[in-house]
């Protein structure tokens, strides 16, 4: 399979790990959003989040939890943002489950996601929608 996160893996094409088991894998991200910016991956492969099992998804979160708390001590972060982009639509660019932890500096300029007007103007018409079919 064509995919590079399972090359990272094999240790096919260079990365910086900060942290490996068996099981779960974590490198530096080559286009940085901040100092420190990470990516979280289980070694075998799964195209996303929808797709892993709650086992594999708990067991994985667990593996972020115990990264990014070190990683904020360690680069003297003020905070962090745990984040999966799921699908294209969402800017998954890499088909191959990757949580990011991206560690968060007072004022460090990154943008947070823009609050929408639309979805404002639709909120009780959205919760009309999804009402009583989560389960
Ligand atoms: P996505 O947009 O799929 O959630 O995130 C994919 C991330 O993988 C991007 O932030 C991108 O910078 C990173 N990335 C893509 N190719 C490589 C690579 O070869 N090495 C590393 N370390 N990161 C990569
Ligand atoms: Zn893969």
């Known amino acids: 399979m064509d995919c590079i996160f399972c090359k990272i893996v094999k240790k ?7 942290f ?8 530096l991200d080559i286009t940085p959003n901040t100092i420190g910016h ?5 070694k075998k492969h799964i195209n996303n989040f929808v797709e892993q099992s709650s086992d594999e998804a708990a067991k994985h979160i667990k593996v972020v939890q115990q990264i990014a708390g070190q990683l904020q001590n360690i ?12 699908g294209q639509a969402a800017g998954q ?12 500096y007072n004022n460090d300029g990154l943008l947070h996601f823009a609050h929408s007007e639309e979805a ?3 909120l009780d018409e959205t919760l009309k929608k999804i009402n009583g079919q989560i389960k």
């Open 38 to 42: 990470t990516l979280v991956i289980p």
């Open 75 to 86: 680069l003297k972060a003020d905070g962090f943002n745990v984040a999966i982009n799921n």
């Open 93 to 104: 660019i890499i088909n191959h489950v990757h949580w990011h932890i991206i560690p968060r």
């Open 20 to 27: 490996e088991n068996d099981k779960y894998l974590a490198f």
């Open 12 to 18: 096919e094409i260079p990365a910086r790990i900060i």
């Open 120 to 122: 404002k103007s639709k």
